[in-house]
């Protein structure tokens, strides 16, 4: 949602003083047509540490529509060279570009922890996952595939070839900073596209870290434009700027409408990548350590901030009592910290208006919802969290379908379990919610992991394992109100940012019409 983000603090000009005494802080700007450039406004905004808000990571311009302006045009200049240059020259820019992120993948892992709070294994994660989207999709650069199929008529050839859509604005999220934009970018670069690229306003450094790492790479300007400030105004501007064909959209499913409706209104392409509350099914013969393994990891990674995260596990009753009181055993035992400590397992969230929600839920879930609190619940604000934004890792129990904690996208450390008496019952209360990002169950009977595999409507599906860690090479998505039918990542991906063309031609010297003529057989 289209929230007051941490970094509210501008800086104005008439705010010199103040920045004076802060000097040390890093200024950054817009990258456009290859330039790097102030935004117009002359305005900035800050990039605040979770962990510790009095760190002050940088300094963003506060940029406008006229900044977008410029970004477009910029990548309007830049699309016909751009598209007629070979696929697999695109692709060489773009293994080079992989190169410079495996040689930069701590210090990027390390900006990201500053900025977005992750843990750095998870954040060496986020980094790892930008390597692989780039190799994996540069190769597309001598593949992109079309096809052939006969004609109907003879000496007629028919085939089918990928084109690039053309200027596309990929608008992310601040869960995984460096990861989802390259799962727009990449993909949008090697099918010839240009793009004007506008990061989460709590994450700007780590997409800022992305777009230097292309221009070293020796991308043409023009080709990548990025614009950092707020949804409100940036991403507005570009998605109702009448020449971005596409807009690529990762968030929440309340601003993915406002996205997409402005998309309606001016018939853009529209991809929206949106919310979760994904379900593992713990059945009774299942190996319960694993499956915890798989809760604490799927539920409390990244602070419960993904859309991936296990915000349900359902439980089969014959197996309930121990499985929660273990739960609540290992999550006790969860360190919550600085991410940069590499003895922290669970970071901040990302900022104040996170806290507000988060704990708003755990009132709901307490008072409203009436579930049991198995553990945590409470804000840190003590000691070494006082200027951070901590909740403890939070586990409610004894919840029912209905409840809003077993309903409703939290976005932060709280799991829910619920109780069932079979598997049935199990998929129904899965498949019970708006969202259909991901699933899982942990059984060691395969009839009940196909079942399950077969019946729950979601966009991914795990056996054994917990609801997050998605490969680049499958695609990734969701159903309902996750998306809009699109995936990203695999080659399907290439189906947002390119379009088909159909080619006929006839070779017979003579008019042929389709569906009309006749052919004679043999
Ligand atoms: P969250 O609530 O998790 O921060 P959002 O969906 O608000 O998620 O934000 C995802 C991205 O969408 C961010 O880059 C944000 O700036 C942008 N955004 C927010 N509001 C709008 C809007 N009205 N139009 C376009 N983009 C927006």
Redesign the pocket.
């Known amino acids: 949602?289209?929230?007051a983000k941490k970094a509210v603090a501008k800086t104005s000009r008439k705010q010199t003083t103040r920045s004076a005494v802060r000097s040390a802080v890093k200024i950054y700007q817009n990258y456009i047509g290859g330039k790097w450039v102030p935004s117009e406004s002359g305005e900035m905004f800050e990039d605040l540490n979770p962990a510790d808000n009095r760190d002050i990571i940088g300094r963003f311009p506060l940029s406008t529509s006229d900044d977008v302006n410029r970004a477009v045009n910029a990548a309007q200049e830049a699309f016909d060279r751009w598209r007629h240059t070979p696929a697999p020259r695109r692709a060489e820019l773009l293994f080079r570009l992989g190169e410079i992120l495996i040689a930069n993948k701590d210090r990027f892992a390390a900006d990201m922890t500053r900025e977005m709070g992750k843990v750095l294994k998870e954040t060496g994660g986020d980094v790892q996952e930008a390597i692989d989207c780039t190799y994996y999709t540069a190769g597309e650069g001598r593949r992109l595939h079309g096809f052939t199929t006969p004609a109907e008529m003879p000496d007629k050839f028919a085939m089918c070839v990928r084109q690039p859509v053309g200027l596309c604005g990929l608008?992310?999220?601040?869960n995984f900073p460096m990861a989802i934009p390259s799962w727009k970018l990449i993909p949008a670069l090697v099918c010839g596209n240009t793009v004007v690229l506008?990061?989460?306003?709590d994450t700007p450094l780590s997409t800022y870290n992305l777009v230097m790492a292309c221009e070293e790479a020796g991308i043409p300007p023009g080709v990548v434009n990025l614009v950092t400030g707020?949804?409100?105004t940036v991403?507005?501007a570009?998605?109702n700027h009448p020449a971005l064909r596409l807009i690529a959209?990762?968030?929440?499913t309340?601003?993915?409408r406002?996205?997409a409706s402005a998309c309606a209104e001016r018939n853009a392409i529209c991809s929206l990548e949106m919310g979760g509350k994904n379900a593992i099914i713990v059945m009774d013969d299942a190996d319960i350590d694993l499956a915890i393994e798989g809760a604490v990891w799927g539920a409390f990674g990244t602070s419960g901030q993904r859309c991936t995260a296990s915000s349900r596990l359902i439980v089969h009753k014959r197996v309930y009592k121990q499985f929660v009181s273990k739960l609540v055993e290992h999550v006790k035992t969860l360190r919550v910290g600085n991410g940069a400590d590499p003895k922290t397992d669970v970071g901040p969230v990302i900022n104040a208006d996170a806290v507000e929600k988060i704990m708003g839920y755990i009132q709901i879930g307490r008072n409203e919802d009436g579930a049991r609190l198995a553990c945590g619940g409470k804000r840190l604000s003590r000691g070494d969290y006082a200027h951070g934004y901590f909740i403890e890792p939070t586990v409610f129990a004894d919840a029912t379908a209905d409840m809003r904690i077993a309903q409703e996208e939290i976005?932060g450390p709280v799991t829910t379990v619920l109780p069932t008496n079979s598997l049935e019952d199990a998929i129904s209360i899965a498949n019970g919610v708006r969202y259909g990002l991901s699933a899982a169950i942990y059984t060691q009977n395969v009839n009940r992991a196909f079942r399950a595999m077969n019946e729950l409507y979601t966009g991914i599906f795990y056996v054994n394992a917990s609801t997050i860690g998605a490969e680049v090479h499958l695609p990734f998505g969701g159903t309902k109100a996750t998306g809009n039918g699109h995936r990203e990542a695999g080659t399907q991906v290439l189906d947002i940012f390119s379009e088909w063309k159909s080619i006929y031609v006839d070779f017979s010297g003579k008019l042929q019409r389709a569906q009309i003529d006749m052919i004679e057989t043999l």
């Not at 506008?198 to 306003?201: C, F, R, T």
């Not at 959209?249 to 929440?252: A, K």
């Open positions: 949602m289209a929230q608008i992310t999220p601040w506008k990061p989460a306003e707020y949804g409100e991403g507005a570009m998605t959209f990762t968030g929440s309340e601003t993915g406002i996205v976005f």
